[in-house]
């Protein structure tokens, strides 16, 4: 166990001294919701209402990018080398996936936070009557997400291949789901084809929470994405090779 922990705060140390996934995760994610809520706020009886839509929409899109955080955690060189004197201990290979993933998410939850926090006085965005669980709710998302991401990288041995197949899902999966504009009055076809994409029930589980205070997705999203977790957790088990790692 202090392994891991070793481990893990190595990690975690050197993604919040990557001044640009710091920037990314908010001063780009904040740029994104100003921007977008300036430019659509004509499309809205109230302004507000613009940037709230794009304040969830685009911290979903931001949590789902987690997984590239944990695509440059896990492969980026300066963090692999420190951690091949620890592959062949006993604490060996689960160490460096699960630590990978782990620190990736308290890095991406933590900024993500605080760029909640900012905002939602700046914007005068609402996460409704119940903030805890629209923050308890990010917290499987942002897991899933990283963990799709240490998956990838244990399938495919490769940053490069990883991130590219990563940010071709997850944009393809977000424009489908209304991430970058509402589908709302787009026609009945394209409204059946965003049901396909999962990034539609997460954006109308937080609108549930912060808009109707409802907890009718909470549980199936909470649920869902935990047992996504686990499973490619276990895959990562099943398809990570020490080999594959020097």
């Known amino acids: 166990m202090r392994r891991f922990f070793s481990v893990f705060k190595m990690d975690l140390t050197n993604l919040f001294k990557n001044p640009v996934l ?25 302004t507000k209402n613009a940037y709230q839509y794009y304040a969830v929409t685009m911290l979903v899109y931001g949590m789902l990018n987690g997984a590239m955080t944990a695509s440059n955690c896990f492969m980026e060189r300066d963090i692999k080398r420190p951690n091949l004197r620890i592959i062949y201990s006993p604490a060996g290979s689960f160490s460096i996936y699960f630590s990978k993933a782990l620190a990736s998410f308290v890095f991406d939850y933590v900024l993500h936070v605080l760029l909640i926090a900012v905002l939602c006085p700046l914007l005068h965005i609402t996460l409704g009557s119940r903030p805890v669980l629209f923050l308890l709710l990010m917290a499987p998302v942002e897991f899933a997400a990283v963990s799709l991401g240490t998956f990838f990288c244990c399938v495919f041995h490769c940053e490069e291949t990883t991130s590219t197949l990563l940010s071709l899902t997850i944009s393809l999966f977000c424009i489908l789901g209304g991430t970058f504009f509402s589908l709302d009055g787009m026609g009945s076809a394209l409204a059946f084809i965003s049901k ?17 205070n409802s907890l009718a997705l ?12 686990a499973c490619l957790i276990f895959g990562c088990r099943l398809f990570f090779r020490t080999e594959d790692y020097l």
């Open 196 to 212: 396909f994409s999962p990034v539609k029930w997460l954006n109308d589980a937080f609108f549930a929470l912060c808009c109707d």
């Open 218 to 229: 909470f549980w199936p999203v909470l649920i869902g994405a935990s047992a996504i977790s």
């Open 22 to 46: 710091v920037g990314y995760n908010t001063v780009f994610a904040a740029l994104l919701i100003l921007i977008m809520g300036f430019l659509t706020s004509g499309n809205y009886a109230d």
